[in-house]
């Protein structure tokens, strides 16, 4: 369903913004497809990518995974087939905070993805890190099962489906 970060702010959050945590785009976009939405699935991981390997390899129809990578520019938590095991299990997109790498191959891919950066170093994989807790990052508390909606314009969350 086509939607605009900025039309979803117009209608609810009009008054006092109570319903919604807003915040403007301080990401890079790399997947194919710029707007995503769903399901917000979490985790919190630093420089070690085994969960996000885990996570794309379950069933994501209808969810974003958000990975608090702790904003670290030294290691990518994502590549090319990670990301092609997401679109396979139909994940929505991924918000990571911290680094992808193939980012080329990732933009013929029909996902959404938004990094800091990009790193072409691989991570260690030891499973280190905590799934579905809730994290903060940009200003915005991500807790899992809220929905998230993200555009070139920026990041909604909010407790409830807006579309």
């Known amino acids: 369903m086509p ?3 900025a039309d979803l702010t117009d ?3 009009a008054e006092n913004c109570d319903e919604v945590q807003a915040a403007g785009m301080v990401f890079n976009s790399y997947g194919g497809k710029t ?3 769903g399901e917000i699935v979490t985790l919190k991981l630093f420089e070690d990518n085994q969960l996000v390997r885990d996570q794309v390899n379950s069933d994501g129809k209808g969810k974003v995974l958000v990975i608090d990578g702790g904003a670290s520019m030294r290691r ?3 590549g090319d087939m990670l990301a092609a095991k997401a679109v396979e299990n ?4 991924i918000l990571i905070n ?3 790498r193939d980012s080329v191959d990732m933009t013929t891919m029909q996902l959404g993805v938004m990094a800091l950066g990009t790193h072409p170093l691989k991570t260690v994989k030891n499973g280190v890190g905590q799934t579905n807790v809730s994290v903060n990052f940009v200003g915005l508390d991500f807790n899992p099962a809220d929905f ?5 314009d920026g ?3 909010s407790e409830k489906p807006l579309i």
């Open 76 to 78: 990518a938590l994502l």
């Open 98 to 100: 911290g680094c992808i």
């Open 11 to 13: 209608d609810f959050c």
């Open 3 to 5: 939607f605009k970060t």
């Open 90 to 93: 139909g994940w929505s997109g």
């Open 35 to 37: 707007r995503f939405y």
């Open 155 to 157: 990041i909604i969350i």
């Open 148 to 152: 998230i909606y993200i555009d070139e």
